[in-house]
């Protein structure tokens, strides 16, 4: 068969140049350019800003142009993104950033994407990279271990907790309703994170049909409230099915008494979820297992690498305690793809979830594991939660300070109550303790509403966060909190 | 106040150590030895075999391990990676990888993801970092303006196809119907991915619900057919709501009459979803434009950048012709997270979308993309689709072969058909022949199932697939050909 129809090198000279192949001298220019800029950035960190977000509305509107038609030299690309795009942000790497709930982002993530990024293998099913998808299966299989799972139990990585609340979700409606599950009823406390009541309303259940049951003294769900809903819910002739119980809320860290909630969902055949993308990571500590005590119970648990083990964005998990609800769930047939024996000792994540292609994100948990072993991510962990535990000490010590959520993991909430201080006054107040400490830019807390009032939280997760930054962060909320009641 | 009680460096020994803080040396050392091996790796690709799958179960049973509590050094985990788990497996961005849809992957995003994890700053809400939302913001701005779409449209960046199908389907749910959506009914091809049966049951639809209507000589879908079943359903008391077209089908590259489909889309108030994972970006050409005439009058489109726009895996999108009904289909409120108003002229993604904590996808495709401007890719999309065609001719001319699907863009499929023989024995045969042209190593095919006999397809995507590829994928054939046929 002559192949002279097939364009050549020759005669077909618009397909002769091939500038999306770089040569290897080129990928080297560009790997030493990024590397200087990355460490350099990374150096500096320490010494720069918590929060830098001035005129950065305005860089934002200045970025915003049409489809590129013409090239950019690479050096002007990182100018764009180093001295203008990145710093211009809310610095969640920073050793002093101790908002929201972020783990920092652990150095070896970025080479773990470098690699399976730049060598692209499909992981989503094993016939394609068989040892691959070992790695990450055993990635999931040491989350399992973590939270106590037995043999039999499995799960899958995510983009991060909301996705894996959402296929939990999902998960639970398919394996314990039938196609007609309108009158499902979802449970989740007034504390759950708000993606719990996303994933209920995009798995297709009404709005009314999702309670949020109130919290008693310490941010935990009301188990006789629980109960008494369920009851309720039944005697109206509803489903209950599901229950969201927190491993450790965003607000304050709250563990609800899951030991409780198992015992409940087992007498009334519901599913027990567990949100622990916070705190699902602290069950590697002696302390950290005591307090979740019943984790290990649930029929499914939210853990999110990028919180607990210190990644950077962009992974979560989905531990089942029954592997096979995942595959019963979610395994649909193609042509196109051979077929998939569950029972055969290899793992087709593709079929375990609503991804089919995707990123491997197990190499990016597997690396620094491996590099360390467990124990200096154990080690951290018992730190922040020893570091929140005597900045609550120190706090408590500082008047007007009260202390509105204990630190049961690594998360504490206070308030500034002046005497004399009440409603609308009290919020501003505390407002302005939150913008006060940030200004200083040593540090980053955000706020949260607790009990209808507004309060300031810490949360000290990142593996960059030490002894000296919570005293940092001590020194400026004095000072901050000297300033608004002066 | 006093930080007594902090834990110091002095007093609290067991914090001392900060192996996970990797010093300047230390980083740089894994960078260098990260380069090396990664390059080293894509300098022998296309004399590699584009598949070696050999033993890989055994090695991927050795792989397989318990909790790690010791560490291991760098350059040994390097050694099992590159000697071990990512050679022994399909070779995805192989330049002979004409199997399944696969975009290659371009070396640019493994710098771009480098940069964002090690940065690890936080896209999912403008007010976080706005000039990098603003970067991403611009990436999906530049597909829509790709697909012709109006002012007004607008989109997410997802980890791919699948779960832009899946945020399709439960959008158009909330946009269509009502809480009490179990009538709903969706139409789909018989050629269509599975994703989009498996978004619809994961959306909530009963799997009753879902149509599979069939299609004609060229895999298109049957408009008159599709008509006939919305109108029965109406009929019923159903409520159709849903129709998924295809801009290029994974089977044969098919692309359904999207203009027959947007005007009975329009006549009956259907939502009309477009899967354009493998196509959409052909849009980018002047022959795939027309291929894919009536792409902007769709509802939603799906598109994946690791597919047409040479990505590695964990990249997609969905875009929408009414960019508000993500918002409207996805918001929800919590307390600690700041009110965003749509109307602001700020983006929060995580408002659109079931993901809130994710990794920063929008820089892999800024960053090719600004780097060479949008020719080369167009280029080299236009490039595929000749290619594709000139196969085609080129197999026409090779007894006994078959043309079973003709390319529409850079997709074909073809089987050897002697007389004589028919049934299993024909199938048989068609396997035999994918088999020994895999076994060649040069390149790798994959096959299917159309109108119920196995086919072999060519799907020529990637960025590094050339004419030199294609000429050894038509000689590795003719020899195939030859042997089974002797």
């Not at 350019?33 to 005129?55: F, I, K, M, Q």
């Not at 991060?160 to 296929?167: F, K, Q, R, V």
């Not at 993606?195 to 709005?207: C, E, I, N, Q």
């Not at 602290?282 to 853990?303: H, M, N, P, W, Y």
């Amino acid at each position: 068969m002559a192949d002279s129809t097939l364009p050549s090198d020759g005669d077909d000279r618009s397909f002769g140049d091939r500038p999306l192949e770089l040569t290897r001298t080129e990928k080297e220019e560009m790997v030493r350019e990024t590397e200087a800029r990355v460490l350099d950035h990374l150096d500096r960190l320490p010494d720069g800003p918590a929060s830098n977000v001035d005129g950065a509305h305005e860089r934002a509107d200045e970025l915003r142009e049409p489809l590129p038609e013409e090239s950019m030299p690479y050096d002007e690309l990182l100018d764009t993104l180093f001295e203008d795009a990145i710093v211009h942000s809310i610095t969640n790497s920073h050793p002093g950033y101790m908002a929201y709930t972020a783990g920092g982002g652990l150095f070896h993530a970025a080479l773990a994407d470098f690699i399976a990024d730049a060598t692209n293998r499909y992981v989503g099913t094993w016939f394609a990279a068989p040892a691959l998808v070992a790695i990450e299966t055993n990635v999931v299989e040491w989350f399992c271990e973590m939270m106590g799972y037995p043999d039999g139990s499995f799960g899958l990585l995510t983009s991060g907790g909301s996705m894996a609340n959402l296929i939990a979700t999902i998960t639970a409606r398919r394996e314990r309703l039938s196609e007609d599950f309108l009158d499902g009823v979802i449970y989740t406390s007034d504390q759950s994170h708000h993606s719990v009541t996303k994933a209920a309303v995009l798995a297709g259940f009404p709005s009314e049909n999702i309670r949020s049951i109130p919290t008693g003294d310490e941010f935990r769900i009301d188990v006789d409230a629980l109960e008494s809903a369920v009851e309720a819910d039944r005697a109206a002739g509803k489903e209950p099915f599901l229950v969201v119980g927190n491993a450790g809320t965003t607000n304050t860290g709250a563990v609800d008494d899951l030991d409780a909630l198992a015992d409940l969902c087992e007498r009334e055949s519901l599913w027990l979820h567990a949100d622990g993308a916070y705190g699902g990571f602290f069950a590697l500590t002696e302390t950290g297992k005591t307090q979740l005590a019943g984790l290990d119970r649930c029929d499914s648990i939210t853990v999110d690498p990028h919180k607990g083990l210190f990644l950077p964005y962009g992974t979560g998990a989905l531990l089942m305690r029954d592997g096979g609800a995942l595959a019963r769930a979610h395994a649909v047939e193609a042509d196109y793809i051979p077929d998939w024996d569950p029972d055969s000792g290899t793992v087709d994540f593709s079929q375990l979830g609503p991804e089919l292609s995707r990123d491997f994100r197990g190499l990016r948990v597997w690396l620094p594991l491996k590099l360390h072993g467990v124990d200096p991510f154990r080690a951290a962990l018992a730190e922040k939660m020893e570091l929140a535990e005597r900045a609550t000490d120190c706090l408590r010590d500082l008047e007007p300070v009260e202390i509105v959520a204990e630190p049961q993991l690594s998360t504490l909430a206070f308030r500034v109550e002046p005497s004399g201080v009440e409603g609308d006054a009290l919020d501003e107040l505390n407002e302005r303790v939150l913008e006060e400490v940030n200004a200083r830019g040593r540090v980053h807390l955000s706020g949260t509403t607790l009990d209808g009032r507004f309060a300031v939280r810490i949360c000290v997760l990142s593996f960059r966060v030490h002894r000296e930054n919570v005293a940092d962060c001590l020194e400026d909320i004095e000072a901050a909190v000297s300033e608004v009641t002066k």
